[in-house]
């Protein structure tokens, strides 16, 4: 058989060895970017580590009111202190469901021993049940918003790698789409028509 493609069959030879040096020299780089943006997420991940249980040892109190103090101090809000506060405003909810009727009871005893007893049976234990059950449910609202926080910052980030990636990805094969579009010899040349 005749070579149709007009004797270039060496530039083509050597056209493919280019473009597989090339192909594997872009795939080698989006490989290596790929894991330095992982291995930053996976550092940054450790970096942000759970608060310590307040009440577990006395050192790990310690350390939680630490990080407490320094959280009350942060005026910038240049870290999340949510999950830290958390037992402090819980604990601060508590004291105020019990203070409250307490309050309001000791105040009614005053006026009347009879008045006292009744509010405090009545309307003191419901009361403190109540500020407790809100105080409980308000948190967990704040903190399941938090941890949506992390989420949806989390899922952006990866939306983040997930763009650079289709754009490392869209790169070598805008190229290689020009390259194709160069080397046009499958198209066939009219032939003339002889009659």
């Known amino acids: 058989m005749a070579d149709q493609s007009g004797g270039k069959t060496d530039e083509l030879d050597e056209y493919d060895e280019f473009d597989e040096i090339i192909t594997e020299g872009r795939w080698a780089a989006f490989k290596e970017s790929a894991t330095r943006r992982m291995s930053r997420r996976l ?7 759970e608060p310590v249980e307040p009440f577990a040892s006395p050192g790990a109190f310690g350390s939680w009111s630490v990080d407490a103090a320094r959280a009350l101090l942060d005026l910038q809000f240049q870290r999340a202190a949510t999950r830290t506060l958390l037992p402090l ?13 307490l309050v309001g009871t000791i105040g009614l005893w005053r006026i009347s021993a ?27 609202f704040v903190l399941n918003a938090s941890r949506l926080a992390a989420r949806v910052a989390h899922i952006s980030d990866m939306a983040d790698d997930l763009f650079q990636a289709l754009s490392d990805v869209a790169e070598p094969v805008n190229q290689l789409s020009k390259d194709v579009q160069a080397v046009q010899f499958w198209r066939f040349r009219r032939r003339s028509s002889r009659k």
């Open 114 to 140: 009879w008045l006292g007893i009744v509010f405090a049976v009545v309307f003191a234990v419901p009361l403190g049940l109540v500020i407790a059950a809100v105080v409980r449910l308000l948190l967990e």
């Open 43 to 49: 550092a940054a991940d450790e970096e942000a580590e």
């Open 89 to 101: 405003a819980y604990l601060l909810g508590l004291a105020s469901a019990v203070a409250i009727p």
